[in-house]
Every structure is written in C-alpha cells, then in structure tokens.
C-alpha cells in the first residue's frame, strides 16, 4: 500500500508563485511515474504534469512554461513550482502515483486547495 500527501497550497495573488509538494510512502519499490493533476468546480480532472523514476517528464499546455515538476527519487517526492499564476489556475491539485509492482494500481492523494485571487 501506498499513502500520498499533499502540501503547499493555499491562496495568491495572480502572478504570484506556489510550491505543492508530495510526498509517497508505504510500498514505494513499486512506483514509477508520478504526477499532479487538477479539477476545478463542475469540471473533469485534468492532467498538469508527469515525471518518470528517470525524471522524464511531460506536460499539458495549461502548465507548459509557468509550471516545473521534478523528483526526489531518494524522498519519494515530486514536487510542482507553479509562476505566473493566473485565476484560471484555481483549482484543487491532487498527486497521483502509478504502481507497476506487484500490480498495476493508482494512488492518488486528497488534494491541495490552490486558489488565485485577480
């Protein structure tokens, strides 16, 4: 099993800057890729951004050139630097970790508020 926590959330100015952060634990061995997602009211989940064990990673529009995610594989952490935030950008922002051993599974944490103020 495997337990995700979200931090870092909370409520900025547009233009402003968070830092969530993510942090597995439990049976970590088997995790390969992790991930920040988002869902703002009355919409479908959205994906934000990836990032392999190798720290390959892989982005949507809505993220590319304001948002950065990278990976502490030693912590079992990922982490997303949000810049240039805008109000669009409000949502609750949930970490996910894709298992492969000893089954394919995945976790997701219980998210983090991430409010923008214009």
């Given at each position: 099993q495997v337990q995700l926590v979200e931090s870092g959330g909370g409520l900025v100015q547009a233009g402003g800057s968070?830092?969530?952060?993510?942090?597995?634990s439990?049976?970590?061995?088997?995790?390969n890729v992790m991930g920040w997602y988002r869902q703002a009211p009355g919409k479908q989940r959205e994906l934000v951004a990836t990032i392999t064990r190798g720290t390959s990673t892989n982005y949507s529009d809505l993220g590319k050139g304001r948002f950065t995610i990278s990976r502490d594989n030693a912590k079992n952490t990922v982490y997303?630097?949000?810049n240039s935030l805008k109000p669009e950008d409000t949502a609750v922002y949930y970490c996910k970790a894709e298992q492969l051993r000893p089954y394919r599974y995945?976790?997701?944490g219980?998210?983090?508020q991430v409010t923008?103020?214009?």
């Open positions: 968070l830092r969530l952060s993510c942090a597995a439990g049976s970590t061995f088997g995790i997303l630097q949000m995945d976790y997701w219980q998210g983090t923008i103020s214009s």
